[in-house]
């Protein structure tokens, strides 16, 4: 009886490490989906806030800088934007640049930085103060140094909202796009068009009426011949686009762009090279849900922005909140790309376009293989 027993544990035991070893094999977040993957970190390990979200990064000529709203939780009127920066391969401490104490009895919460690195070498931080995400009002601050420290806080004019979650785009005319929305009776998107230092301001029309599409949060994407190409973030379960062919004046009616959504943010970046590069939740949302689950984390490239390629699983778990990423590609040709992780830390994660091994999207299905 005692060898059988001895049998049957070292059976077991084997059992267990063969289903580990399949185990490791199958997960999503195993070579095949982190190829390219050179490094990730998390920015901070302990802040002054339980609970953060929207993060952005950019490029300066310093080194990088990352920007987030933390507080209690969205919505509490403590919640402000906080900073970190990146000069010698280490993130510093969190430091709180910007909140929204309108007088000694009202405040409000902020949400949604956007960080961009301006033609003449300043550093824009766009934000968004107010109760609710229909009310709120457009801010900016900016930094000569890389984001060391920031000039008083600007309101926008009346009207203008500045870049809604992601970054602005510089036009060869010199003016800088930003694509924004509104989030009232209907979710709708519009263009923002400013100068090179952010004093003049014009605003398109609405590209949609909010019946067929109810689409907000446009990341923009380059192609030649002044052509741009956003993609929006739906209720419809789907990815939605539009395409100008005149940078940014008018552009086409809003449509599906082969690529599902969660009701959540995401971000796009055209690379060097002339591909778009798309970090999202490759999700739909369920029949009768309001929203999806916030997992996985993906990286898709494409060389048109019609046809895209699965590249990259970032994160994959059933907690979930992997979300409203941003991207840039730096100067050392790489991708860089922060993110909410469970909305209790921002993490920054490091991709080289190059060893990223690519399997075409069919029918809104991520690839096995």
Same mark, same amino acid.
């Given at each position: 009886? =005692? ?19 399949? &185990?490791?094999?199958?997960?999503? #977040? ?9 490094? #990730?970190? &998390? ?30 939780? #969205? ?50 931080? &766009?934000? /968004? ?10 801010? @900016? /601050? =900016?930094? +000569? ?6 000039? #008083? ?37 519009? @263009? ?17 009426? $909010? ?5 907000? +949060? ?39 762009? $082969? ?8 971000? !796009?970046?055209? @690379?060097?090279? $002339? ?27 494409? /060389? ?25 590609? !730096?100067?050392? $040709? @790489? ?24 399997? =075409? ?9």
């Amino acid at each position: 009886m =005692k060898q059988f027993d001895f049998f049957r544990i070292h059976q077991s035991v084997l059992t267990i490490i063969i289903g580990l070893i399949l &185990f490791a094999g199958c997960n999503p #977040e195993s070579e095949r989906w982190r190829s390219g993957i050179i490094s #990730e970190e &998390f920015i901070y390990d302990q802040a002054p806030f339980p609970s953060c979200h929207a993060a952005t990064i950019a490029e300066t000529r310093e080194g990088f800088a990352a920007a987030w709203f933390g507080g209690t939780h #969205e919505r509490h009127p403590d919640v402000c934007i906080w900073v970190s920066l990146n000069r010698d391969g280490r993130w510093s401490v969190p430091v709180n640049v910007a909140d929204g104490i309108v007088s000694d009895t009202l405040r409000y919460p902020t949400w949604n930085p956007v960080l961009f690195p301006a033609p003449d070498g300043e550093l824009w931080l &766009f934000y /968004k103060v107010g109760p609710s995400p229909s009310t709120w009002i457009g801010m @900016m /601050k =900016k930094s +000569q140094d890389g984001g060391e420290t920031w000039s #008083e806080a600007m309101a926008l004019p009346d009207g203008i909202i500045g870049p809604v979650k992601n970054k602005p785009v510089l036009l060869e005319t010199g003016e800088v796009l930003c694509g924004t929305s509104t989030e009232g009776d209907a979710w709708r998107i519009h @263009m923002e068009f400013t100068d090179s230092e952010a004093k003049n301001w014009v605003r398109t029309k609405s590209l949609n009426d $909010g019946s067929t599409f109810q689409a907000i +949060q446009p990341t923009i994407l380059r192609h030649k011949n002044s052509t741009l190409q956003i993609l929006c973030r739906s209720k419809n379960s789907v990815i939605v686009e539009s395409w100008s062919y005149d940078n940014g004046k008018n552009w086409t009616l809003l449509q599906d762009a $082969g690529l599902p959504n969660n009701n959540s943010g995401f971000d !796009g970046v055209t @690379m060097k090279d $002339g591909r778009q590069a798309l970090v999202y939740n490759h999700v739909m949302t369920p029949a009768g849900a309001r929203k999806g689950y916030r997992t996985p984390l993906n990286l898709s490239v494409s /060389k048109d922005g019609k046809s895209w390629y699965a590249a990259a699983i970032l994160e994959d778990s059933e907690i979930s909140q992997y979300s409203y990423p941003s991207i840039i590609q !730096g100067n050392d $040709g @790489m991708l860089h790309i922060v993110y909410t992780w469970r909305r209790e830390k921002i993490k920054y994660v490091k991709i080289d376009p190059g060893k990223l091994k690519l399997s =075409k999207i069919e029918n809104y299905r991520w690839p096995s293989k």
